[in-house]
């Protein structure tokens, strides 16, 4: 069965940096000086993606004394990527299915 596939979460990760950010923390939790050093994006612009990504649902946070560390919810991306497969199912059978032009 197709199920819609969520165009919120898909604008959120189309942002090249939270994308990378998604990609190490699909590694490893990491704190945002762990981030800043990896991406090379200034702090406050690091922050404001990794709010996006924590209201979104994307990461949670875990603190750590002064630091702040994040985590990939691995379920959100999950869920994400079964809506893309119950797509592709769904374009496989389509390819026998032809409306008739009127």
């Known amino acids: 069965m197709l199920t819609s596939v969520d165009t919120d979460l898909i604008r959120v990760l189309a942002d090249p940096l939270r994308l990378r950010i998604v990609t190490l923390l699909a590694k490893e939790t990491l704190c945002t000086t762990h981030l800043v050093e990896e991406t090379g994006a200034k702090q406050t612009n690091l922050s404001n993606h990794l709010r996006v990504l ?7 946070t875990e603190p750590c004394g002064r630091f702040t ?3 990939l919810r691995a379920d959100v991306v999950a869920s994400l990527a079964s809506q893309f497969a119950d797509l592709a199912e769904s374009a496989r059978g389509a390819a026998d299915n032809k409306r008739s032009c009127p």
Do not use: C, T
Not at 54 to 60: H, I, P, T, Y
């Open 54 to 60: 924590r209201e979104a649902g994307v990461v949670e």
């Open 69 to 71: 560390y994040y985590k």
